[in-house]
């Protein structure tokens, strides 16, 4: 068993973890070392755990969104205010949610994980509790940017953790566990909140986010290790105070007064252990660079209109049942469950899906099913984009279809249960599509995750929030069944093409890429 492993996480382990090499080296862009250095001294069960952490993190970010919308009309009521000026507020939510995580993102990058989470769900906290006591508009319209600042960067934080960790053979399996919490929170926010709203007053909704947030705020605390490649390596090397864990330090301490070792990240040499990030303003145009590489933008794109088919159908989907089948609230809030259980089942499908679409095409390349077990070469003309977008082969259509029949399901008035079981399908389908995309972007760029992420986050929230406000008008001037076919063709035209392109261009785009990268070098 690895000591070294168990003293990062401080969460115990019975699973072997070998040692790891005593001189970590610079990465490249790949996030591969110049020599055969082990990836990660992270064993399985440790990535599961630290996985786990993230992804409860990563749904609050949705969650505050979605489980607003039950109380608008209480809101409106207390304010003595219009219901127009209270929707401003999520208007405003989804823009600060598309800018902030370019900053913290590229601080992320830069400084470490660790930081950045604990600086932003301070602030997310700050946040919760001052909406919770607030009762005027001006604040309410102020405290809900902040609270989408502090909320919005945990997403993309999460695939920088993931990114850090796993090597692509696995990265499609934790990136399953990863997308559990935010691909389902936006399901079960309505529920939340319209239970909330009406039992103990909206209010509660902001009391229950900042208990939530709080919590988060103290596991990271005490439990999450640095994982940022840049300053903790490969996990072996030593980290800045702000970096460590309170349960790493408290085990540094306890040493010490017993005159022993402290604990450190290995035996790293001296030019590892003075690597410490300098910190730097953020820099958002990190992100803009991320959009100028040409293999980035096929996926960037599908993501983007996914979601905002995604948004379109959860930001409807109680009005409509309410118009077409006369549901009360309560009910409506309900109804977003077949959604959020295809989103929650789908996640963890994907893991299986990810890792074998890598192994098939492995085995038919001649490489090994391992990434600890290929050399550099080998990484390097591994065609990722083959690997990640073969589901997209049955999973865009499955998606498309059901939007159209959902649309029309609803046009004609059919019974519920046909619109719910659709619901069902698309959610799961967007699903797989999002962590297929997911993964394939931070393959693509694993010494920046976060900033990848934070890229792919600003272009769609600006996608969604283009299609959401085109979307009531369109329902209200053609009907859900042409509305929603309309929504079906844009997505399935962009996604079609981007997906044939990234098959046929991305692997040379990537490659010519990594070429200037390495003569550059």
Known sequence: MSDKAIQLSGLQTDEPSSTPNANPQPTNDDGLSGCDEQYSIWTRSQKRRIVLLVAFASCLSPLSSFIYYPALTAIAKDMHTTLSKVNL??????????????????????????????????????????????????ALLLLRMLQSAGGSATIGLGYGVVG?????????????????????????????????????????????????????????????????????????????????????????????????????Y?????????????????????????????????????????????????????????????????????????FGVGCFLASLLSRNILTQDYRRLAVRHGLPTSSAETSESQRLSFPIFHARLRSMAYVLPLSILTLLAYGWALQYHLHPSIPLILQFFTGGAMTIVFNACG?????????????????????RCAFAAAELAALQPLIDAVGPGW???????????????????????????????????????
């Open 266 to 338: 290995g035996t790293a040499a001296p030019e590892a252990v003075s690597h410490i990030a300098s910190l730097r303003i953020p820099n958002p145009l990190g992100s803009v660079h991320i959009f100028l590489q040409k293999e980035s933008v096929p996926i960037i794109l599908i993501n983007g209109v996914f979601y905002s088919a995604y948004c379109c159908l959860q930001a409807s989907l109680s009005s409509l049942f309410i118009a077409t089948y006369g549901y009360k609230e309560l009910e409506a809030g309900l109804i977003y469950l077949p």
């Open 89 to 138: 507020t999520i208007t405003s939510y989804m823009i600060v949610s598309g800018v902030a995580p370019t900053l913290f993102g590229c601080m992320a990058d830069q400084v470490g994980r660790r930081p950045v989470y604990l600086l932003t769900f301070t602030l997310y906290v700050v946040a919760n509790i001052g909406l919770a006591l607030q009762d005027s508009y001006p």
């Open 483 to 521: 509305c929603y076919t309309v929504i079906a063709l844009v997505t399935g035209g962009v996604a079609g093409v981007c997906v044939v392109v990234g098959r046929v261009w991305g692997e040379i785009w990537r490659r010519q890429r990594q070429r200037t990268a390495t003569e550059a070098a």
């Open 164 to 264: 850090d960790i796993t090597e692509s053979s696995e990265r499609g399996s934790y990136m399953g566990i990863l997308g559990c919490g935010p691909n389902v929170a936006p399901s079960l926010g309505p529920v939340l909140g319209g239970v909330l709203a009406e039992r103990a007053g909206w209010r509660w909704i902001f009391w229950f986010l900042a208990v939530s947030g709080a919590l988060s705020l103290v596991l990271i605390a005490i439990l999450l290790p640095e994982t940022a490649r840049n300053i903790s390596g490969n996990g072996s090397r030593l980290v800045p105070v702000l970096n460590k864990s309170l349960l790493l330090l408290w085990r540094e301490s306890r040493r010490k007064e017993v005159n022993m070792t402290p604990v450190g």
């Open 439 to 459: 993964t394939l972007l931070v393959d693509l760029h694993p010494t920046r995750p976060s900033t990848a992420q934070a890229a792919l986050n600003l272009l």
